[in-house]
């Protein structure tokens, strides 16, 4: 059997019993999926016709594509790995269609490269047609190869940066940042696309690309310098190592353990999994800490499964329940109008009057420190700036945030599932 990057990662992120979900064709929660799932197919379509073309997309050709590909994947599905996959809901594919918008607008889709291409190699790592015999495979949503105009500083040793290989992968969950490119997903991308395309080329550069956040996390490795080397061989036997404890963790009946608890949340299989629905049910009077805490995580889970299909019977009404109802309900806030920056800026200069611009300008770190402003005012207040720069002028703006940010470590609470660090946007508490 070969391995795959998408389903090694389901062990990795979930549990080993979700590969034998996956590996017996189990049909999984695609409503979770389906938004990503879409944005996805739609950059896809829109890169690929770039290439076609030869050229950027102009916007109109870009909206056309977005919808040609919605059309399909509500009435048809798609294709993946080979395999056809049911129609997708409306709701979610305009969902998705809409954030490939917002993505392919700021950011356009290059028209060079490869979109959506698959890298394989056989059990000594070398390159092989992707398909049943193959040992590794990888999905790459957008290949680059002999990328100029990166500005490495290497060191004597190292030399002169040479061509770029650059391989990337899109991203459509809130959460996708820096980390990603720890994953095992990265490393198999990274192993199996160099042997494939490394000749001739002196560098790989891996992109994760969040096309929600529309922002770029990427790292470069020399793979044929001694360092590189290393780091090249140490990802490689951190696949196989992955794919041995995966086979030997089968017991007799050829199934991999299950191990219910914070694994469980987003995982595709919770609403046919027994052994998560036992252990719920078997924890349900439990007072232990432990116990209770792993029927948070699948709890979590299930809340999240609720949400979805209550979200849908609740649309019109709310659904009534002991003590209130459940339902969609207005909830007013007070918004700052259009207007206000105006009125706030006018009332500032009533109060500086008489000073020139010099001591307007002096005066603007006093009004902005008075704002309070976070972290995503002033990326926006950035990308005001420098929002017609193209690609320097977004390398200047991230540098730019850099110098602006720095890290606090502030207490969270909540299921962190196993291989990631805690971050600070749970409830503070
Ligand atoms: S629901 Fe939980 S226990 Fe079941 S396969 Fe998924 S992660 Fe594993």
């Known amino acids: 059997m070969n391995h ?20 017996r064709g189990a049909p999984y929660e695609r409503a979770h999926f389906s938004v990503g799932v879409a944005a996805h197919a739609i950059l896809e379509e829109v890169g690929k016709e ?36 049911p129609p997708l809901r409306s709701d979610l594919v305009w969902e998705g269609r809409d954030l490939a918008l917002v993505y392919a607008r700021e950011c356009p889709m290059p028209p060079d490269g490869e979109y959506e291409v698959a890298a394989a190699v056989n059990r000594q790592f070398l390159p092989c047609p992707a398909g049943e015999g193959a040992y590794l495979m990888a999905r790459i949503d957008h290949k680059a190869t002999r990328v100029a105009g990166l500005d490495l500083e290497l060191d004597d040793e190292d030399g002169a940066a040479g061509p770029v290989l ?25 192993v199996t696309g160099w042997a494939n395309w490394g000749r001739d080329h002196d560098v790989l550069r891996l992109r994760v690309i969040n096309i929600r956040m529309r922002r770029v996390y990427e790292t470069v490795i020399l793979p044929n310098t001694e360092d590189g080397e290393r780091l090249m061989a140490r990802w490689r036997r951190d696949i196989e190592r992955e794919i041995e404890a995966r086979d030997v963790q089968r017991g007799p009946d050829g199934e991999r353990p299950a191990t219910p608890g914070a ?115 002033y990326e926006r207040g950035l990308s005001h700036l420098y929002r017609d720069g193209g690609e320097e002028g977004r390398d200047r703006q991230r540098r730019a945030l850099a110098a602006m940010l720095t890290t606090k470590v502030q207490r969270s609470f909540g299921v962190l599932p196993d291989g990631e660090e805690g971050s600070d946007d749970g409830d503070q508490g």
């Open 263 to 377: 694994c469980c949340v987003g995982c595709p299989y919770l609403g046919q999994c027994e052994p998560a629905a036992r252990h719920l049910e078997r924890r349900g009077l439990s007072t232990e800490p432990r116990d209770l805490a792993e029927e948070l995580a699948i709890l979590e889970a299930r809340r999240g499964q609720l949400l979805g299909i209550l979200r849908e019977e609740a649309g019109e009404q709310p659904i009534p329940v002991p003590g209130g109802s459940v339902g969609f309900y207005a909830k007013e806030q007070e918004t700052p109008r259009a207007e206000a920056p105006g009125v706030l800026a006018g009332l500032w200069e009533r109060r500086l009057q008489g000073r020139d611009a010099a001591g307007l300008l002096a005066a603007l770190p006093g009004l902005l420190g008075s704002l309070g402003l976070g972290k995503a005012q």
């Open 166 to 190: 650059q391989l990337d992968d899109y991203k459509s969950g809130w959460s996708a940042d820096e980390r990603e490119l720890r994953q095992l997903q990265r490393k198999i991308q990274a």
């Open 50 to 85: 770039a290439v076609r073309r030869g050229r950027y997309l102009l916007l109109r050709e870009v909206e056309e594509t977005a919808e040609r590909t919605a059309s399909e994947l509500i009435r048809e599905g798609r294709d993946f790995e080979g395999e056809r996959e």
């Open 4 to 23: 795959r990057s998408t389903s090694l990662r389901l062990a990795g992120e979930h549990c080993a019993h979700a590969l034998d979900f996956y590996e």
